[in-house]
T-cell receptor, first 112, second 111 residues
Framework: GEDVEQSLFLSVREGDSSVINCTYTDSSSTYLYWYKQEPGAGLQLLTYIFSNMDMKQDQRLTVLLNKKDKHLSLRIADTQTGDSAIYFC????????????FGTGTQLKVEL | SQTIHQWPATLVQPVGSPLSLECTVE??????LYWYRQAAGRGLQLLFY??????ISSEVPQNLSASRPQDRQFILSSKKLLLSDSGFYLC??????????FGSGTRLTVV
């Protein structure tokens, strides 16, 4: 199957770390992605990780991949109000038009 | 650099009217192109994808169709809109494993 699941909401205080979780079912995934969507806008690629890696860090963003458990997480350090958005994880497989399967999205709300 | 253009940004159409949404990509050749619909501000549903000119794959049965008349042009159409066609439509392109680049979206309201 190709299900990708995320929790719907996450609320954090400004300055704290946010951790957004994602689980997937397809063990043949090659790349896993995190996208950010601000209200009324398209999706912006934040970062991605190849399936043979277990961690990737990019400034305030840290991606952890547990391939055995099919679990992906995005940690945002020092969360700011501008980080408030919907975050989507997505997985892809080689071939087949490079189709991505998206999660349901996690609404991150950053409170002062 | 590569850019993707999608228009219009918003559209209000009566039931039964035709639809044409256009998406163009610049700065790349032979991209994979995609149309997604996002309903209720959340889930993304893949409608169509194309790996080349004239090659369209439909993911779900629906009232819409897609065409790719040129390498970097992807069009989403309908002959007669239904109320259920309302939503936020996103075009995207990809090449290799670098993920998708999305357009800014079209908010379609069918009244």
């Amino acid at each position: 199957g190709e299900d990708v699941e995320q929790s719907l909401f996450l609320s954090v205080r400004e300055g704290d770390s946010s951790v957004i979780n994602c689980t997937y079912t397809d063990s043949s995934s090659t790349y896993l992605y995190w996208y950010k969507q601000e209200p009324g806008a398209g999706l912006q690629l934040l970062t991605y990780i190849f399936s043979n890696m277990d961690m990737k860090q990019d400034q305030r963003l840290t991606v952890l991949l547990n391939k055995k458990d099919k679990h992906l997480s995005l940690r945002i350090a020092d969360t700011q109000t501008g980080d408030s958005a919907i975050y989507f994880c997505a997985e892809s497989k080689a071939g087949g038009g490079n189709k991505l399967t998206f999660g349901t999205g996690t609404q991150l709300k950053v409170e002062l | 650099s590569q850019t993707i253009h999608q228009w219009p940004a918003t559209l209000v159409q009566p039931v039964g009217s035709p639809l044409s949404l256009e998406c163009t990509v610049e700065g790349t050749s032979n991209p994979n192109l995609y149309w997604y619909r996002q309903a209720a501000g959340r889930g993304l549903q893949l409608l169509f994808y194309s790996v080349g000119i004239g090659q369209i794959s439909s993911e779900v049965p629906q009232n819409l169709s897609a065409s790719r008349p040129q390498d970097r042009q992807f069009i989403l159409s309908s002959k007669k809109l239904l109320l259920s066609d309302s939503g936020f439509y996103l075009c995207a392109w990809s090449q290799g494993g670098n993920g998708y680049t999305f357009g800014s979206g079209t908010r379609l309201t069918v009244v």
